[in-house]
């Protein structure tokens, strides 16, 4: 009797008893995971197609020699493709200083200027919504047509900027956009438009996040605003600032519509990712140097992403 029960209750308890399978259950139904495997299957699938298979090709186009013709004009270029870019490509040295410029342009004058556009709209100030929608509109608008806006402001002979210096339709007037010894900072002032109101809804929203007792405990040690600031609420922001630091180098090295838009990235504007659409693109076209840019522009920009990533799984481990 003892026994019978035994094997009933084992049996009811989903215990296996010899000569018995024991049966798996699932909470999820046939058609959930059907709907799990489209959506894990569409996005990879989406992945594949228009980066990763992408950016296989184009690393393995830089160790070729083609003009984009033909497939039986290939021929294999090893590394000559990489040192002609190195060392006979007159562009590209100027392009990785602009690339450079880009970069600590952005990190000392915009990013800075979207912190301070966040610490002021985090005052509760009047209107501080109104304000934050007019910082934040660039942000939405395309970096095409961001180019095309400050055209019309830098425009020689009817651009805002010369009539309020009183030298639009005179011989005075500068050259903003054609005039390579400025042009480079007009597209900085430029991409710094944008750049400052996404840095600013960032740093806005790791404002809001800081624990008001922080404050109040400095506060009460004695602490003004800017000692609290720097000493307790910016270490605080700490994961926002590495996504901040990682999102202005990216956006330095793919720096592109701006330039392209103002003189095809040439006549002082010369950035990398300029120099790999005049390759890739047109008439002249290299296909081999134009990968190999590329890839040299990829490789770069894997730099911060790796150290980002690096430092966010170690601080989840």
């Not at 651009?159 to 480079?184: E, K, M, Q």
Request: hydrophobic residues 55%.
């Amino acid at each position: 009797m003892a026994d019978t029960t035994l094997g009933v209750t084992s049996s009811a308890r989903g215990i296996a008893t010899p000569g018995r399978r024991r049966r798996r259950y699932s909470l999820l139904s046939t058609r959930d995971k059907l709907v799990l495997g489209a959506m894990v299957l569409v996005p990879t699938l989406i992945q594949l197609l228009l980066i990763w298979i992408p950016t296989v090709i184009s690393v393995m186009l830089s160790f070729v020699r083609w003009n984009g013709l033909a497939f039986s004009d290939i021929r294999p270029g090893g590394f000559a493709n990489y040192a002609y870019v190195f060392r006979d490509y007159p562009p590209f040295w100027p392009a990785l200083q602009h690339n450079i410029l880009w970069l600590v342009f952005l990190a000392v004058i915009a990013t800075p200027l979207g912190l301070l556009l966040a610490i002021l709209l985090d005052q509760n100030i009047r209107g501080t919504r109104i304000y934050q929608s007019i910082f934040f509109a660039p942000v939405m608008l395309s970096l095409v047509l961001i180019g095309v806006i400050w055209q019309l402001f830098y425009s020689q002979n009817n651009g805002l900027l010369n009539f309020l210096l009183g030298t639009s339709g005179t011989s005075r007037a500068v050259d903003w956009f054609g005039d390579p010894h400025v042009n480079i900072w007009a597209a900085l002032i430029a991409a710094t438009w944008r750049h400052a109101g996404y840095v600013m809804i960032l740093y806005l929203a790791g404002l809001k996040g800081v624990d008001p007792s922080l404050r109040e405990a400095a506060s009460l040690d004695g602490a003004n605003a800017v000692q609290t600031f720097f000493r307790v609420v910016f270490p605080v922001m700490r994961p926002i600032n590495i996504v901040i630091v990682v999102i202005t180098i990216i956006e330095s090295l793919r720096a592109f519509d701006i330039v392209y838009i103002i003189n095809r990235g040439t006549n002082g504007l010369e950035l990398i990712s300029a120099l790999v659409i005049q390759n890739l693109v047109g008439e002249g076209q290299v296909i081999g140097v134009g990968s190999a840019l590329a890839t040299i522009l990829l490789v770069v920009s894997l730099v911060p992403i790796i150290i980002y990533l690096s430092r966010t799984f170690k601080k989840e481990a």
